[in-house]
């Protein structure tokens, strides 16, 4: 019968199907960025992260025919290899940007002097004249050849350790992590004291404290920063750490204090009196009891914080200035996408390494996120 209690909706695969669907959604652009930062900036210029694995045909950028001439047979000649130790297999050569391929490989042309250029399908070329090359132009080879899957380590030493490509990365890794861990201990602390005195202590007041804390959620943190910009610069904290902290910390507060107050509230009464009867100090039960037991709330709240202090950009640049020895991760990659738009391969290493913490830190904790977020809805 339809609509007895224990069997299953009809529409169980539809919730199925739409779940696969947002997890692929979220899945394949991480896995892309992931690939693509161990590419070369040639293969991800010529093709998707999807086929990174397989052999890519393609036109290579133009290679300056060089190296040191040697007489042969009355004639002067310069050989060598296009492609250098890479394994690439040459499939058509040009001298002219307009026709790249239009000649088959193994075949000599003649240039202009009497010049003759012959490329091998290994890459392997050979270049002679009549006369010295000495102070000649030598041509260029327009090469579409196919290169097999190749990855690099590279593009991480230059992000993270690099002066002149990713220069700064690393350092603005380092100034993220400074933000980020303080920016999310500093609030949990201040708010679990607080969301304790809320939810267990009686004070005048108590209900106005609560309903000011609801309401200080819907105000935009935008309101507050030039104000709370200049009330740092007062008291003499101006523009550092010890002002982003205090930023995150006040801007997180609501929310933290909202959702541990839900989670404790909702408590067994009887453990809190039972406390109490045996002489336990308010201090004593919200260390040795609410604490432990309010962990899934406290975990949910540091994944939100964290994720939130790490990709934070408008708040760092606030209250951290724009000096490179300061700036986060979030910064960092601003600036490259100005500076460094065509070189793909240190802007996909650079986003992936600005994720992979938040990864790591949601995948680890997600076990807590929903027990925290649904504290306090259900009775």
């Known amino acids: 019968m339809e609509g007895m209690a224990g069997q299953k909706s009809h529409l169980t695969w539809a919730v199925h199907i739409s779940v696969a669907l947002l997890v692929a959604l979220w899945l394949f652009p991480t896995v892309g960025l992931l690939v693509s930062s161990f590419r070369t900036a040639e293969q991800i210029s010529n093709s998707g992260w999807w086929s990174a694995f397989s052999a890519q045909k ?3 950028p133009a290679i300056r025919i060089s190296g040191d001439e040697r007489q042969e047979d009355g004639l002067y000649v310069i050989d060598g290899n296009l492609f250098g130790t890479a394994e690439t297999t040459l499939s058509a050569w040009g001298t002219s940007s307009r026709e790249p391929e239009a000649y088959e490989p193994d075949t000599e042309v003649e240039l202009k002097d009497g010049w003759v250029l012959g490329v091998a399908s290994s890459g392997d070329f050979r270049l002679s004249a009549p006369q010295s090359f000495e102070g000649e132009r030598l041509p260029r080879v327009f090469a579409t050849a196919t290169t097999p899957p190749e990855f690099t380590l590279e ?5 993270l350790f690099g002066t002149t490509a990713g220069a700064g990365v690393g350092q603005a890794f380092l100034n993220t992590l400074t933000v980020s861990i303080p920016a999310t201990v500093i609030p949990i602390l201040v708010a679990a004291f607080a969301a304790y005195a809320l939810a267990w202590m009686e004070f005048p007041g108590r209900a106005l404290l609560i309903a000011a804390v609801v309401a200080l959620l819907v105000v935009p943190l935008q309101l507050a920063l030039i104000p709370l910009l200049q009330l740092h610069n007062t008291i003499g904290i101006g523009k550092g750490y010890l002002g982003v902290w205090l930023a995150h910390t006040g801007f997180g507060l609501p929310l933290a204090i909202y959702l541990l107050r839900n989670y404790m509230v909702g408590l067994p009464k009887d453990i809190i009196e039972n406390a109490r009867v045996d002489g336990a100090s308010d201090f004593q039960i919200f260390t040795k009891i609410v604490l432990p037991l309010s962990f899934p709330a406290l975990a949910s709240f540091a994944i939100f914080q964290f994720l939130w202090t790490w990709n934070d950009l408008l708040v760092a640049l606030v209250f951290l200035g724009t000096d490179d020895d300061r700036l986060v991760l979030t910064a960092r990659l ?3 996408m100005g500076s460094r738009g065509g070189q793909w391969e240190i802007l996909a ?5 600005s994720i992979v913490v938040p990864l790591v830190v949601f995948f680890a904790m997600q076990k807590y996120l929903v027990r925290g977020l649904l504290a306090g809805s259900v009775k």
């Open 58 to 60: 393609g036109q290579l």
């Open 155 to 159: 593009n991480y030493g230059n992000v």
């Open 334 to 336: 601003v600036n490259l």
């Open 349 to 353: 290493t650079s986003a992936f390494v």
